[in-house]
């Protein structure tokens, strides 16, 4: 397998997360999806680092950066959620339109 | 190969599975196979790394959430939008303009893997990236800092005033 085909898994699981961010209804599901395209992009920096000559360590660095920024954000995220279907009894996104009128 | 359909199939997995609990263990399938392309990229330190934060962490996360707000699974409502098909359409034409220009690259002198060297990356880390380390350390520090403000019950509030 060359780095071509290991962007092309990158590419398609990012359109997977996006996908699924935009069309499904469920926010913690959103945040799910949110992890996909953050691993997505993980796996395309990984991926260069690998391939790239000379031994340079920056995608590795990079990649595990983004490891913690991820979880500092799925922390934050699932809090915010939990806090609001506790107030709204719903997880569905589409009925938080409170902001609508 | 295998990795790489575990990969997808899992991501497809997560996206399309009516019940959000699967979708949770789909997301773990996902990340597993993740961290074995890790680890065939010669990077066993971001495997370990992924298997550790994702495996470990963020999937038990998300499924104590799930089990803090789901009331049971008697009647699971239509999981996607309206706007699923286009949302699909859109998403589909992004992977395919970014694989179209992935495969075109010409990538030169990038025709086998080199694996990192586990030394060189612990200095670079506290060498040459010292201070966004530091700075992670801190964002993880108020993160953990507003999860517990947000997830606090009004209740508590209220009893401390």
């Given at each position: 397998?060359?780095?071509?085909?290991?962007?092309?898994?990158?590419?398609?699981?990012?359109?997977?997360g996006a996908f699924g961010f935009m069309a499904r209804r469920n926010a913690i599901l959103m945040l799910i999806c949110i992890e996909l395209m953050l691993n997505a992009v993980n796996l395309s920096l990984v991926a260069f680092n690998a391939y790239q000559p000379g031994g340079a360590l920056n995608g590795a660095v990079f990649s595990l950066m983004i490891m913690a920024v991820a979880a500092a954000e799925a922390t934050v995220g699932l809090a915010l959620v939990i806090a609001i279907i506790r107030t709204r009894q719903t997880a569905e996104v589409d009925q938080y339109d409170d902001l609508k009128e | 190969m295998v990795l790489a359909i575990g990969v997808l199939g899992g991501g497809l997995a997560v996206v399309t599975l009516r019940n959000i609990i699967h979708s949770a263990v789909a997301m773990m399938v996902c990340f597993g196979s993740l961290a074995g392309m890790y680890a065939l990229l010669g990077a066993p330190i971001v495997a370990a790394a992924q298997v550790l934060i994702y495996l470990g962490a963020i999937s038990v996360l998300i499924l104590f959430a799930i089990m803090l707000t789901q009331a049971g699974d008697?009647?699971?409502?239509?999981?996607?939008?309206?706007?699923?098909?286009?949302?699909?359409?859109?998403?589909?034409?992004?992977?395919?303009?970014?694989?179209?220009?992935?495969?075109?690259?010409?990538?030169?002198?990038?025709?086998?893997?080199?694996?990192?060297?586990?030394?060189?990356?612990?200095?670079?880390?506290?060498?040459?990236?010292?201070?966004?380390?530091?700075?992670?350390?801190?964002?993880?520090?108020?993160?953990?800092?507003?999860?517990?403000?947000?997830?606090?019950?009004?209740?508590?509030?209220?009893?401390?005033?």
């Open positions: 397998m060359g780095i071509g085909a290991y962007l092309t898994v990158s590419a398609l699981l990012f359109a997977i | 008697a009647n699971l409502p239509e999981p996607f939008h309206r706007q699923g098909p286009i949302a699909a359409i859109v998403s589909a034409i992004a992977a395919g303009l970014v694989i179209w220009a992935a495969l075109a690259t010409d990538w030169g002198l990038a025709v086998q893997t080199v694996a990192v060297n586990l030394e060189a990356l612990a200095t670079a880390l506290f060498d040459q990236y010292a201070l966004p380390f530091e700075i992670i350390s801190l964002l993880l520090l108020a993160a953990i800092i507003g999860a517990i403000f947000l997830a606090r019950r009004p209740e508590e509030d209220e009893r401390a005033n």
